[in-house]
């Protein structure tokens, strides 16, 4: 739906994954992963506990080494064995379920200092960066917190800033709201929604499935290392076709419906 008449040379999706494999001694994760996104859309992987959805983003960005198959990101194969892995790395912005702010810095301090260690960007325009993207998180007035200072949520736009400045092609989130309190979760969810309206190409493993409804394109369901299905967003999460999509939607929906049609107790 996003795809659109590009020149040639652009069919290319903004993140191409081939039978990708992933094993850990024994242990195979990943089963054998086909799948797309194009540039501009957002998509969604919903799934139970171990089924390898971190397991998929981390290969995307080569935080793990696959163990077959090929991924390629803007165009670039980063599984290539003579990729310069720092030059896809930048390509690529990562927000994990655990910040990782460093304490000892302030929001603007974090936001500039991978700029200034891996783009070598001067003080001066990395500062300017980082402010222009804690202002595009809604924390123009937080630039000068520390992270003690900040709530979760805060610290979590702190995080989606920083891999912003660094100007990626795509944006790889991993359960970003999922350690947060509840009150915390819309702010950092209205912060992803605007990304993907200003046409941010996303892949996004959440449980959120109001936002996977809403806001993504796709929804892609795994279960055992495989992608047993993907569709539009709406339809994955209403009507899926297979039984195990159904199973897990029904766990993590209910009670969710529960808490709104039970109201304030
Ligand atoms: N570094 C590692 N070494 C060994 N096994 C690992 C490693 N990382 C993940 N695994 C295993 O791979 C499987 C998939 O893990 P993964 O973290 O990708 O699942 P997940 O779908 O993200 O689960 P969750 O919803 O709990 O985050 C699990 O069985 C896990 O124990
Ligand atoms: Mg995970």
Known sequence: MTRTGEPAGA???????????????????????????????VVCVIGPSGSGKSTLLRCVNL??????????????????????????????????????????????????????????????????????????????????????QLSGGQQQRVAIARALAMGPEVMLFDEPTSALDPELVGDVLGVMRG??????????????????????????FMDGGVIVEQGEAARMVTDPDHERTREFLSRVLDPAAARVQGGER
């Open 11 to 41: 069919d290319a999706g903004a993140i191409e994954i081939s039978g990708l494999h992933k094993s850990f001694g024994a242990n195979e994760v990943l089963r054998g992963i086909d799948f797309r996104v194009d540039a501009g859309e």
């Open 195 to 220: 990304l993907a309206e200003a046409g941010m190409t996303m892949l996004v493993v959440t449980h959120e499935m109001s936002f996977a409804r809403e806001v993504a394109d796709r929804v892609a």
């Open 63 to 148: 935080l793990e080494e696959p163990s077959a198959g090929t991924v390629r990101v803007a165009g670039a194969e980063v599984t290539d064995p003579d990729v310069d892995i720092d030059a896809v790395r930048r390509r690529i912005g990562m927000v994990f379920q655990s910040f990782n702010l460093f304490p000892h810095l302030t929001a603007l301090g974090n936001v500039a200092v991978a700029q200034r260690k891996v783009l070598r960007r001067g003080k001066r325009d990395a500062e300017r960066i980082a402010r222009e993207n804690l202002e595009r998180v809604g924390l123009a007035d937080k630039v000068g917190a520390y992270p003690a």
